[in-house]
């Protein structure tokens, strides 16, 4: 601080500032100072612990962002493929058909990056510190706007919100980049502040008992880490992906309507050319027809991506792209899901997306169109508790111990318990939402099957196969 004049009571006033300060978004300071600095430091250390556990035992929610997302069509039409495209990964001509389905996760982080997923710690905690900047986010963005309007009066707009046109069954979809400026205050502070804060009232110890909250007699407990602040800002801007494979062979077909899910994103993949060979093009429609009824009947309101895939066999080829477009607007004139179309580029004009794998002809415009769908669909909105998500991390955990699946009855149950969270149709709902959301399998068309839940999707698919 002597560079910026700041004595022994400008010290002391800030110190006594930021203690008062219950609600700042302030979790770390390092300073080189000693004496008023080092209890600066030891303060904002104990007031974000506070804030930490107040977080975990409270009764907030927020959105997980996270969504499942479906890749269903014929065998060898490249679904495979399609998916490690969309993960940036290489392209492998010998890579074996899947086998009933492969279930795996992704991640398109804030600045529009496909990506394996990041997951250290435990859910709770890191959905813990995403519930802290939120709170101090909302809580400073109402004091701006009151600040800029009279008597007080709230009146936030909206800005950049990206926007969907539907006509019929398409959905045709528009770009919009948000750009955030973050400014940061930089201080540096005063050494020799001991003497002038010896005759300042001693500090009150910071209570660290969580806030209580009613039908809930059992706290959650987790250890506050620092990395988990870069963590929770990654989460909050990003989205999770959980990625399901399905094998495109017919002998699969009668299982997969066991893990098709009413909310998500389907993306149909088919090989063009088979569309397009007369040997071929009936056999090929009658698959398309077949997953477009599968997942009217299983997910009648989701959005559907159809991508056609080996352009670069095509392309050179004048008219074909239209001749495919023609067939499968034939095909979806029905009343089927929505149908996602390009909005911009040389296929603007197609209701499929025509993509190369090995020559990654295409591939950026379907990623920014899977993902553009993915943030605007209602589901990833939905928010969950964070007595919720303790509850997730008990049951997963169970993982550690090799097992592939619980019994409801006397596993789940307890476990909801331990992290106070008693109710029966509370748990329930839980498993609902971790099913849709692609965390665990939880059945409940018969009593047997409500019994069950498998914490480990792949191990069932597997068994299936």
């Not at 005063?190 to 039908?215: I, Y």
């Not at 095509?314 to 239209?322: R, V």
């Not at 508790?385 to 008990?394: G, H, N, T, V």
Request: aromatic share 8%; with cysteine.
């Amino acid at each position: 601080m002597a560079g910026n004049n700041i004595g022994n009571n400008g010290a002391i006033t800030i110190r006594n500032a930021i203690r008062e300060n219950k609600e700042s978004a302030l979790v770390k300071l390092k300073l080189s100072d000693r004496g008023i600095a080092a209890e600066i430091e030891r303060d904002i250390n104990e007031r974000v612990k506070t804030r930490f556990a107040d977080a975990l035992n409270s009764d907030r929610k927020a959105p997980l962002n996270r969504l499942r997302l479906m890749f269903v069509g014929q065998g060898r039409a490249g679904k495979s493929a399609t998916v490690r495209s969309l993960l940036g990964k290489p392209f492998t001509p010998e890579w074996d058909s899947t086998v009933g389905a492969d279930v795996s996760e992704g991640m398109i982080s804030e600045n529009r990056k496909w990506m394996k997923p990041d997951q250290r710690g435990d859910f709770a905690s890191r959905f813990a510190v995403r519930l802290m900047f939120t709170r101090a986010d909302d809580d400073n963005e109402k004091r701006l706007v009151q600040k800029s309007k009279p008597n007080g009066s709230v009146n936030v707009e909206s800005q950049g919100d990206m926007k969907s046109t539907t006509t019929a069954n398409m959905i045709t979809l528009n770009d919009s980049k948000k750009k955030v400026e973050d400014d940061e205050d930089k201080s540096k502070f005063l050494q020799d502040t001991l003497e002038e804060d010896k005759r300042v009232q001693p500090r009150t110890e910071p209570n660290f008992k969580p806030t209580e909250k009613v039908n809930h007699d059992t706290d959650i407990m987790r250890e506050y880490d620092e990395k988990l602040i870069l963590d929770a800002k990654h989460d909050a801007d990003s989205l999770t992906l959980s990625l399901w494979d399905f094998g495109g062979q017919q002998v699969f077909y009668s299982m997969h309507h066991l893990f098709l899910t009413k909310s998500g994103l389907y993306v149909l993949v088919f090989d063009m050319r088979e569309l397009l060979d007369p040997h071929t093009r009936n056999g090929a429609k009658t698959y398309l027809l077949f997953w477009l009824r599968s997942i009217k009947l299983h997910a009648p309101s989701v959005s559907i991506v159809l991508v056609g895939t080996f352009l670069a066999d095509i392309m050179e080829e004048k008219g074909k792209l239209q001749v495919i477009d023609k067939v499968l607007k034939e095909l979806t004139k029905g009343s089927f899901a929505q149908i996602v179309v390009p909005d911009n580029g040389e296929f603007e004009n197609l209701i499929f997306f025509p993509i190369d794998n090995k020559e990654r002809f295409g591939i950026d415009q379907l990623r920014r169109a899977v993902e553009q769908c993915a943030r605007d669909d209602k589901s990833v909105l939905q928010e969950v508790s964070i007595r919720s998500m303790a509850f997730l991390d008990s049951i997963l955990s169970e993982k550690q111990k090799q097992k592939a699946y619980l019994t409801f009855s006397d596993e789940v149950k307890q476990l909801g318990t331990n992290v106070g969270v008693p109710s029966i149709r509370e748990q329930e709902e839980a498993l609902a939402f971790f099913h849709e959301r692609g965390f665990l399998i939880h059945m409940t068309s018969t009593e047997i099957l409500k019994n069950i839940v498998v914490i480990n999707p792949q191990w069932l698919i597997d068994a299936l196969s």
